[in-house]
Nanobody, 116 residues
Framework: QVQLVESGGGLVQAGGSLRLSCAAS????????LAWYRQAPGQTREVIAA???????NYLDSVKGRFIIWRDNAKNTMYLEMKNLKPEDTGRYYC??????????WGQGTQVTVSS
């Protein structure tokens, strides 16, 4: 059963950049469909980027062109490169597999705060 741990969040000014990491253990990250979720204050979690085992990626419209999801199989880690951050990107970010979401298994996430 894969275990995922998020890191890399922080406080950044609007227009800045951050790279989030999702370190996997217990399974090869390349064997799992993966996604980054964001939970903004007072809102439900939403998928903002996903990467399939075959490498296909999908993005929420509001982050297209600014965020890139990718994985480093050698490091067994998935990343979310975020550029031109906006205050509306503020939230807690989680990395998940579909099975983890189905089972209600959510990690601690990593907080991203974008100041205007």
């Amino acid at each position: 059963q894969v275990q995922l741990v998020e890191s890399g969040g922080g406080l950044v000014q609007a227009g800045g950049s951050l790279r989030l990491s999702c370190a996997a253990s217990g399974s090869n990250i390349s064997d799992n469909d993966l996604a980054w979720y964001r939970q903004a204050p007072g809102q439900t979690r939403e998928v903002i980027a996903a990467i399939a085992t075959d490498g296909r990626t999908n993005y929420l419209d509001s982050v297209k062109g600014r965020f890139i999801i990718w994985r480093d199989n050698a490091k067994n880690t998935m990343y979310l490169e975020m550029k031109n951050l906006k205050p509306e990107d503020t939230g807690r970010y989680y990395c998940e597999t579909p099975m983890m979401v189905h089972d209600g298994r959510w990690g601690q996430g990593t907080q991203v705060t974008v100041s205007s």
